[in-house]
């Protein structure tokens, strides 16, 4: 990364962890993070982890910051950045991880004119495999929407839209996805077990499946049904198995997760 700038995180949970860990990987200097977080045992371990800076008040965390990544629960967030509003500087961007809150609410609890992204991680960026939308309000310039997406580069994949309506869809697919993932690789797993494979087997299939299938899938750039097509041989095993999908409903009900998830992600904003 060419230029590296402090960036301050607020909440240092699941998520934050995941980036900081993620950027820790690729060599971000850890004098330029630093961590809000009340919680003594997650702030603790964050330190110890990633030899960061850590505060048990917020305002103490973002002074110097030229990011400020605000990853506490949805319904913290207008409370966090009131807090934390005195101590910002004009340029800081914030950065706000949270589901569902959108630019105009954070807006509303800052100095007029804060530079604001809303952005959708996904918990894969803890190994660089992530997948961050970010979504600018009006006051962010080019060079700081390029270097939020340098920022988040380093640990995976970034999109950029400037319709915030998308967030939620995007927080109901790539943000939320890698559980409806990790629920199929444990399912998977379960069904080789149920046919007489070592667990540990089964979990070394199921994993290497996903991940060999999803490569295969970016690297081809073929239509998912194509490659579904290839392995399944006439009269085969495959096709014995996609039936058994199809008649349970699974394409519907990943299509109904996601849009259950939609709805939740709105439902937070309001
Ligand atoms: N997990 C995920 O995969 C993703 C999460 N997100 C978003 O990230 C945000 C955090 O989610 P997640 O990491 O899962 O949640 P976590 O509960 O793991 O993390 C939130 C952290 O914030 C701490 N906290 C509580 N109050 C404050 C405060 N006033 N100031 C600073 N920190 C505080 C919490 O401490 P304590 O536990 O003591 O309350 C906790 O450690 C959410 O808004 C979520 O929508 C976005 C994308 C993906
Ligand atoms: O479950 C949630 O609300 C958060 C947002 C996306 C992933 N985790």
Redesign the pocket.
């Known amino acids: 990364m060419s230029s590296q700038p402090p960036i301050a995180f ?9 980036i900081i860990a993620g950027l820790h990987k690729v060599g971000y200097p850890a004098a330029k993070l630093r961590v ?4 003594a045992t ?1 702030r603790e371990a964050l330190i110890r982890q990633f030899a960061i800076q850590g505060h048990a008040h ?1 305002p103490d965390a973002v002074a110097e910051a030229a990011f400020v990544v605000v ?4 319904n ?2 207008a ?2 950045l009131r ?1 934390v509003a005195p101590q910002l500087a004009p340029t800081a961007v914030v950065l706000s ?5 959108d630019l105009t609410t954070m807006a509303a609890a800052l100095p007029a004119g804060q530079p604001i992204i809303r952005a ?4 894969p960026a803890l190994v660089g495999q992530g997948m961050t939308v970010l979504c600018p309000n009006g006051h962010v310039d080019a060079e700081q929407l390029a270097q939020a997406q340098r920022l988040l580069e380093s640990v995976g994949q970034v999109a950029v839209v400037k319709q915030e309506s998308l967030m939620d869809g995007v ?1 109901a697919l790539s ?2 996805g ?2 409806y993932l990790f629920l199929i690789a444990e399912a998977l797993s379960d069904g080789g077990v149920a046919c007489g494979l070592p667990r540990a087997l089964a979990d070394q299939l199921a994993v290497q499946t996903l991940l060999g299938s999803a490569t295969l899938l970016r690297e081809s750039g073929e239509h998912p049904g194509v490659l579904k097509n290839r392995v399944t041989s006439p009269g085969g095993t495959t096709i014995a198995g996609l039936g058994v999908l199809e008649r349970q409903g699974v394409r519907g009900a990943l299509m109904a997760a996601v849009e259950a998830a939609w709805n939740r992600s709105k439902a ?1 904003g309001q």
């Not at 607020?10 to 995941?18: D, E, I, R, T, Y």
């Not at 809000?36 to 919680?39: F, I, L, S, T, Y």
């Not at 991880?97 to 809150?101: D, E, T």
């Not at 959708?120 to 918990?123: E, L, V």
């Open positions: 607020l909440g240092g949970g699941n998520m934050a962890s995941a809000g977080e009340p919680n997650q917020n990853a506490v629960k949805p913290l967030v409370q966090v807090d991880i949270a589901a569902g809150v959708m991680p996904n918990t927080t943000g939320s890698p559980a937070l």
